[in-house]
């Protein structure tokens, strides 16, 4: 009998989803300067970062980039901006990619290729490790409180 409650504890605990305090999260969000925003609600960072919307104020497209070399910033960004988790983002984009041809995100191993890439990208947003010292090409966007 012990064994049946013992495997529904692992099932919960494996379903349950990953929460990430603001204060660990330890990521900023960046964007190109032409950016027409300063600041961002989660709920508009998570609409924008699962590309259900595609161009800024403005009209200009937006480009969606992500961080792969390090874990820890995904899961924590990923936690608290998107409620998910790597695992589960993999399998929403694999959908997204065959249901409605869209594709993921940009992936850049490091902070200063990812850098790169917003500051020569008009609309290019993206997280880096909080504290990354960024070129001039490149602003910091806020995040607006959850009311």
């Known amino acids: 009998m012990a ?13 349950a989803p990953l929460a990430v305090p603001a204060q660990t999260a330890g990521f900023a969000v960046v964007a190109h300067r032409a950016v027409p925003v300063d600041a961002l609600s989660a709920a508009e960072l998570r609409r924008v970062f699962l590309k259900k919307q595609t ?28 409620n998910s988790t790597v695992e589960r983002m993999t399998a929403y984009w694999i959908n997204e990619t065959m249901t409605h041809a869209v594709a993921p995100p940009r992936l850049y191993g490091t902070a200063a290729m990812l850098l790169d890439y917003v500051a020569r990208t008009p609309g290019a947003i993206g997280f880096v490790p909080a504290g990354t010292p960024l070129p001039p090409e490149i602003k910091h966007l806020e995040m607006e409180p959850t009311p």
């Open 55 to 82: 161009h800024w104020a403005d009209g200009t497209p937006i480009a969606v980039v992500e961080m792969t070399g390090d874990p820890a910033l995904r899961e924590g960004f990923y936690g608290r901006i998107l």
């Open 3 to 15: 064994i049946p409650r013992l495997l529904m504890l692992i099932a919960l605990l494996l379903a």
